[in-house]
């Protein structure tokens, strides 16, 4: 190979041009013939003197033989001493494995040169000794470190221009082999077509087989999540459970709640891909809302000890249509990545609203006594920030930034959801933020307002104390293969006295509904001899078949599934695991049953009613307390300042009890704070966590 013909000659030319200007160092690039084809800042002491004259010029091919004889002995750098008194320095150039160049540097000392040697030799060979003298001055001294440190770069530098020459000589190999076979690319493209439409129906193939998998890990998770959920519900409505108790099971509960929304995510993940994503709007409480992220996050943060803060607007409207499962998930990667790319510093998230317009709306989405407005969340770090180049790139999916920690390092795919969700949902999501000085996450959202009016009526319901007087005596059935789970429907339904029977199968069910002739049946889908689909068909296709409402209770997540079971004559469908309420309000829709429930006085209520003296007149400590834990939306912490307070002042523990049950933390801390005024008390509050 020609050493000429691989490399771009010029561009080395400007770099060795530039490694001069730095170093005052010499260079030269020569082929194996002995052909200069750059040489740079050559010394004069060499150009108009050694070179010059023949006797010296002798000398000076000899140390050029000399370095190149030891590479060509496989040395991979050679460092010789000119008889002409200076130091050169030679490394090999190497395309593959063939040696086809030579990379020089030299014409300088390591120590300052012995003037009386070069005295004699231009005494010897009749050079102008002024002159020579002079050109010996201009001469650099280098250390052997900083030789060590030139003879690294040269290395680097003469694999660099092997591997450029093995590229080039490479990618011409590939030209001619394309040349080669320019005749057969119509065949080469028929082949690969055929070859992509195969690798398409492997990937439908695999997607389908992801889709089952997925579902079926869906439903075998959801089982056992709905006896967890179910139960732990049951014993919070139980009135012989301590305070302490109820605090666990909350916990219990928020935790399975949120182990549901991953297995929602991972279906969501396969329903985004496949173009299915659609949206769940239902009424959604801000407020609760807000407690569940500070209670989820703030436990992340604490075992990173960083600091969390939750802001929220007094202006904030406490019940919205939206698809809370999406808001949720969006919100909880935002914070979640926050948290987990912030080393050191906090996590800040603010949430605000603006009122918005009816005509910036379709008017016919929004509900009578309604409003509109546009949600607004702000995700603040204190991390590793965001460069502008990425600020758009980061939302596409599998992308994940190059600087962040390998421990760090996630899917890709978080982003990238949350922008399909914003934008489903009518939304806008941009990233902020400069590298050093942390992140920001900026989310608006539309969404409905509901006035106090327009809540759903067992929205506003405390707790289902019974059936209503003058009503048919029902008769419920009962099929469910899990023990538990059939256990779990017993124990929510008996306290309200329906006639109760079991089914541990779809065949017993159908032989139970023709003696039995039951008025609705909790049917679940996958049970064995028989499984809940056949059974309906079968149910319905017999003589009572018409009077019987069966409620299918699966834990199939998809759509298509639901589809299915409606299609196979369920009346509804109800997915594990599920709340109290829908087995309660099932039984109110389908069969009319009506039921009596406890009434609370409301918040505004109580709230309007606290004694403003009996705040006022609080141990300042415990006035402390309740107001640092308001402060930090800390709903346990709130919890636990009431029940101190009910030591001293029971009656106003009830009262305060009541409104923060409705989570009216910013109407209490207004009131404290006022009832401070009124005392001439000026408490600091902490807002680190």
């Known amino acids: 190979m020609k050493f000429i013909e691989l490399v771009d000659i010029s561009e080395l030319r400007e770099l060795c041009n530039s490694f001069t200007a730095l170093t005052d160092a010499a260079t030269a690039i020569l082929d194996l013939e002995g052909n200069i084809l750059i040489a740079t800042g050559w010394k004069d002491i060499c ?21 190149a004889g030891q590479l060509k002995r496989g ?11 200076l130091i050169d320095v030679a490394v090999p150039i190497t395309v593959g494995d063939e040696h086809v160049a030579n990379f020089f540097t030299g014409q300088f000392f390591f120590e300052p040169p012995d003037r009386d040697y070069f005295i004699h030799q231009a005494e010897e060979f009749g050079f102008d000794k002024t002159a020579y003298l002079d050109a010996l001055n ?62 398409q129906k492997k990937a439908e193939t695999a997607n389908r087989a992801k889709s089952v998998f997925l579902a079926n890990m869906s439903h075998e998770l959801r ?9 732990s519900r049951l014993m919070q409505n139980d009135r012989q459970a301590t305070a302490e108790q109820k605090e666990y099971l909350t916990i219990i509960n ?50 990173k000890e960083l600091g969390f803060t939750l802001e929220q607007s007094p202006d904030l409207p406490r019940q919205v249509v939206v698809d809370g499962g999406k808001l949720r998930q969006i919100l909880i990667n935002l914070i979640g990545n926050a948290i987990k790319y912030t080393a050191q510093g906090r996590v800040t998230v603010k949430i605000d609203a603006e009122q918005l317009q009816i005509d910036e709306w379709k008017k016919d989405a929004v509900p009578d006594q309604a409003t509109l407005c546009k949600l607004r969340f702000s995700i603040g770090d204190t991390g590793p920030g965001i460069r502008v180049e990425d600020r758009e790139r980061i939302f596409l999916p599998f ?66 104390l019974g059936l209503a007087e003058g009503q048919p005596h029902y008769r419920l059935l009962i099929a469910e293969d899990q023990p538990e789970n059939r256990l779990l429907l017993r124990r929510l339904l008996e306290p309200f006295g329906f006639e109760l029977r079991e089914a ?21 889908i996958r049970m064995p001899f028989m499984d809940g689909l056949e059974a309906t068909r079968q149910i319905k296709g017999g003589e009572a078949g018409a009077q019987i409402k069966v409620i299918a209770i699966t834990a199939h997540a998809l759509e298509e599934e639901r589809r299915a079971i409606l299609a196979a004559g369920c009346d509804d469908c109800i997915r594990k695991p599920y709340k109290d309420v829908e087995i309660l309000d099932t039984l109110a829709n389908h069969l009319g049953v009506r039921f009596t429930y406890a009434e609370e006085t409301s918040s505004v209520a109580v709230a309007s009613s606290l004694n403003m003296a009996a ?36 009656a106003l523990a009830d009262a305060l009890a009541a409104v923060a049950r409705d989570l009216q933390f910013g109407q209490m801390l207004r009131m404290l704070r006022a009832a401070q005024n009124d005392a001439g008390k000026e408490d600091e509050i902490c807002l680190k966590p």
Not at 153 to 169: N, T, V
Not at 619 to 643: K, M, Q, Y
């Open 47 to 67: 150009t108009r003197f050694h070179r010059v004259n023949p006797k010296t010029a002798c000398r000076c091919l000899e140390s050029d033989t000399v370095l």
């Open 75 to 85: 040395e991979p750098y050679n460092v010789y001493q000119c008889k002409n008194g």
């Open 138 to 199: 201009r001469v650099p001294v280098f250390t052997e470190d900083q030789v060590k440190a030139m003879m690294n770069f040269f290395s680097r530098l003469a694999r660099l221009i092997g591997e450029m020459g093995l590229a080039r000589k490479r990618l011409e190999e590939v030209n001619m082999e394309l040349r080669k076979h320019q005749g057969h690319l119509e065949e080469l493209v028929r082949e690969r077509t055929a070859g992509l439409v195969k690798a």
């Open 223 to 231: 089982t056992p999540l709905n006896a967890v959920l179910g139960f």
């Open 254 to 303: 928020r935790s399975g709640e949120h182990l549901l929304n991953l297995i929602n995510n991972v279906l969501d993940i396969s329903k985004i891909e496949a173009g299915h994503v659609t949206l769940e709007e239902s009424p959604l409480d801000l407020y609760q809302l807000a407690q569940e992220l500070k209670s989820l996050m703030y436990a992340r943060a604490f075992e």
């Open 399 to 464: 992308v994940q930034l190059e600087d962040r920690p390998s421990t760090e390092v996630g899917t890709g795919l978080g982003l990238a959801i949350c922008k399909q969700y914003v934008e489903l949902m009518g939304g806008t999501i941009r990233a902020a933020g400069e590298p050093g000085r942390g992140a920001v996450f900026h989310v608006a959202l539309p969404v409905v307002v509901l006035s106090s009016e327009a809540i759903p009526a067992e929205a506003r319901h405390s707790r289902v």
């Open 504 to 524: 541990v199968n779809g065949q017993e069910a159908v032989d139970i509904a023709a003696q039995w002739r039951p008025h609705l049946i909790w049917m679940d």
């Open 615 to 650: 705040l006022t007149g609080m141990p300042g400590e415990l006035r402390h307390d309740l107001e640092h834990a308001l402060v930090r939306l800390d709903s346990s912490a709130v919890h636990r300042a009431i029940e101190a307070i009910r030591v001293r002042q029971p």
